[in-house]
Nanobody, 124 residues
Framework: QVQLVESGGGLVQPGGSLRLSCAAS????????IGWFRQAPGKEREGISS????????YYADSVKGRFTISRDNAKNTVYLQMNSLKPEDTAVYYC?????????????????WGQGTQVTVSS
């Protein structure tokens, strides 16, 4: 059974950091592009970062560029999202997604498998 499980969310003060994990089971991440999306209350889901399987190419939305870093550890079948300098506007449910692809994928419709999400709240 294909499954993605996010973890690492929580409550953090503005300026703080969190590291989200996306652990895959039922399949090997080696051949899958992985993306991170987020959805804030009342807003559409937004693609914020993704990583390819071939050469490690990455994509970042302007809203997170320079603050977030995506990485993958194929040996652990896990993808990470390091989030630094967090702002209140980063508050959202964060989802990871996977799709069979060797290139970076940036849109929601391109992904086949989704995790259940993890809540990130940035507040003082």
């Amino acid at each position: 059974q294909v499954q993605l499980v996010e973890s690492g969310g929580g409550l953090v003060q503005p300026g703080g950091s969190l590291r989200l994990s996306c652990a895959a089971s039922g399949f090997t991440l080696d051949y899958y592009a992985i993306g991170w999306f987020r959805q804030a209350p009342g807003k559409e889901r937004e693609g914020i970062s993704s990583i390819s399987t071939s050469d490690g190419s990455t994509y970042y939305a302007d809203s997170v560029k320079g603050r977030f870093t995506i990485s993958r550890d194929n040996a652990k079948n896990t993808v990470y999202l390091q989030m630094n300098s967090l702002k209140p506007e980063d508050t959202a449910v964060y989802y990871c997604a996977a799709a069979w692809s060797i290139v970076v994928l940036t849109t929601e419709a391109q992904y086949d498998y989704w995790g259940q999400g993890t809540q990130v709240t940035v507040s003082s």
